[in-house]
């Protein structure tokens, strides 16, 4: 291990098969070679650290190897291999574009591009980050572009492809570059700790090749590091600790205690979690790619999405089976609204702490509010736990919940321990409970603040919500006269029917659906509510006339004179 070099050199592919993750584009390569249909220009394009300028090596080498085998690899025997390889070869240039972005640089390159090779076949011009290369520098470079001499190859690479002015793109071929499977990093890295006589958990592995994200060099890097760390044993254990990497076991932990409704646990776990040093917002990421994990295992179709190890797979199985796919969606929102809020947030630690207790509420279930008594209440802190049944309050479990509540946190209040004590904590649901648990999806899934109201109202109820509503509108006379025109009816399934008497009606009505919905639900505490329109098809004498045009019409079918009257005039219908 003294003289361990860096992955990252001592590993990078010296053969087409041997580059990691890319298959289609070396293939696609060395068919180009066998069959010499070699393109002048070619754009590599894909993130950082995926193989581009090591792919760009092998195919420069490959075309000059003066003994190709049979897959058209190099030989890696002949002189001009052993060049490339020693790099000493005369045939490849280099110019990362990045910091010689200047036309005095391209220039440069162009004249040493009329040089033919004095060995091999073909000269390589490799530019990488070509994308920064200065507005002049693309210009002077055009040319060149256009009429290379016979003998250059050029290799643009960059991580922006965006970025590349039309002109260039359409010279040359364009390669995409994918970001690496995590399994193929697994892989790999696999491959070199027995190379290496490095003892591993595949998990540790897994781990590294997460935090790679795709980019092989990362993940190279990243594996030296916990090398240089950890010895010749790669544990998963080593690779969190070295990594700084919250276990996944925290994550399987909290959401158990989310389906048991166990406040008090997860705030011990999430005080674990802060205390080990980690940040809330770090966590509240992690547990919404959790969820998102989660929801992805419960189909196997998407279960390719899930990008760990074996172990963790199983466990998420697991996990996903216990989770009503209702649980998750809701569970990703409350997560997701905390992680956008958080920023924003004074008290951090709060923010997430109320996250975690509205997650440990989603399974609760949901009594009937007090409609006179949540009238009053235009908000509510905790919502869902506004009224739990008394028979399921276990007293000494509240009370050992708070005692560890002010014992782990005592610098923070979480609201008044009268609101505390309103939370009831079922202690076992059991699988079928959970699944069976229908959590009510709110209609409007983009208003990331909604929380799921269930409470029964009646017409009166409705009517009654309808007017108030209604009078805030009174500085809109259109809106106004169509709400108060008619009463609204209360229908099957909370759906709230509206007889509207025209088109005009029915487009301003579609216009303030959501502000109506919206008002209907916070009023009526349902999250349930539809509106459904109809339309007034019995165009009877007695029908209110609301556009002007409407009118005009109406009066027009009473008198056709009227039709010539605003022709002659050249009038409009005001
Ligand atoms: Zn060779």
């Excluded at 030296?224 to 925290?250: A, C, H, P, R, W």
């Excluded at 994990?293 to 089976?321: C, F, H, M, P």
Aim: charged share 25%.
């Amino acid at each position: 291990m003294d003289n361990f070099i860096v992955s990252a050199r001592k590993y990078r592919p010296s053969t087409f098969k041997s580059v990691v993750g890319q298959a289609s584009i070396t293939t696609t390569l060395k068919n180009a070679i066998k069959s010499n249909h070699l393109a002048q220009a070619y754009l590599f394009c894909g993130p950082r650290g995926v193989g581009k300028t090591t792919c760009a090596r092998i195919f420069a080498k490959t075309i000059n190897c003066i003994n190709l085998d049979d897959n058209t690899e190099p030989c890696n025997t002949c002189e001009s291999c052993n060049s490339f390889n020693e790099n000493r070869s005369y045939n490849i240039h280099e110019l990362d574009a990045a910091s010689n972005n200047s036309v005095e640089d391209i220039r440069n390159l162009i004249e040493q591009v009329r040089i033919p090779p004095q060995v091999g076949k073909y000269s390589i011009y490799i530019i990488d980050e070509v994308h920064m290369l200065s507005s002049q520098a693309f210009n002077a470079f055009l040319k060149t572009l256009e009429e290379p001499p016979a003998h250059a190859i050029f290799i643009l690479a960059t991580t922006e492809k965006h970025k590349i002015i039309p002109t260039i793109l359409s010279r040359c071929q364009i390669f995409d570059f994918n970001r690496i499977r995590i399994d193929d990093t697994v892989e790999y890295l696999e491959y070199i700790s027995k190379n290496e006589n490095i003892t591993y958990e595949i998990e540790g592995l897994n781990i590294i090749a997460q935090k790679a994200d795709g980019a092989m060099r990362d993940a190279l890097s990243i594996f030296d590091q916990v090398v240089s760390f950890s010895g010749s044993e790669i544990t998963y254990q080593k690779v969190i600790d070295n990594l700084n990497v919250l276990d996944y076991d925290y994550y399987f932990r909290i959401v158990d205690s989310f389906l048991k409704n166990n406040i008090s646990d997860n705030l011990l776990i999430f005080n674990e979690i802060i205390d080990k040093g980690f940040d809330a917002h770090h966590f509240i990421n992690g547990l919404s790619e959790h969820l998102r994990n989660l929801l992805v295992s419960r189909d196997n179709s998407t279960l390719q999405l899930l990008e760990v190890g074996a172990v963790i797979r199983e466990r998420y199985k697991e996990q996903a089976n216990i989770c009503s796919p209702d649980f998750i969606f809701e569970a990703l929102q409350i997560s997701n609204k905390c992680d956008i809020s958080y920023r924003l947030s004074k008290n951090k630690r709060l923010h997430v702490e109320l996250a975690l207790i509205e997650l440990c509420n989603i399974t609760t279930e949901k009594k009937k509010p007090d409609l006179v008594e949540s009238k009053n209440r235009e908000k509510e802190v905790f919502p869902k736990a506004e009224k739990p049944k008394e028979t399921k309050k276990d007293s000494s479990s509240n009370v050992s919940r708070d005692n560890t509540v002010k014992k782990h946190q005592p610098s923070i209040q979480i609201g008044k321990p009268s609101e505390f004590g309103s939370f009831s904590i079922k202690e076992k649901l059991t699988q079928t409970q959970v699944s069976n648990h229908n959590v009510k999806k709110a209609e409007s899934k983009s208003d990331e603040n909604e929380v799921v109201m269930n409470n029964n109202f009646t017409q009166e109820d409705l009517v009654a919500a309808w007017t108030k509503f209604s009078d805030t509108t009174s500085d809109r006379p259109r809106v106004f006269n169509t709400l108060t025109s008619k009463k609204p009816q209360l229908g099957q399934n909370t759906t709230v029917s509206f007889v509207v008497e025209n088109k005009a009606q029915k487009n301003m009505m579609d216009e303030i659906r959501n502000e109506l919905l919206g008002n209907l639900k916070r009023l009526l505490q349902n999250t349930n509510i539809k509106l459904q329109l109809t339309m007034n098809e019995s165009k009877s004498e007695g029908n209110k006339l609301y556009t002007t045009e409407d009118r005009f019409k109406h009066l027009l079918s009473k008198n056709e004179n009227l039709a010539l009257l605003k022709q002659e005039f050249n009038l409009d219908i005001e």
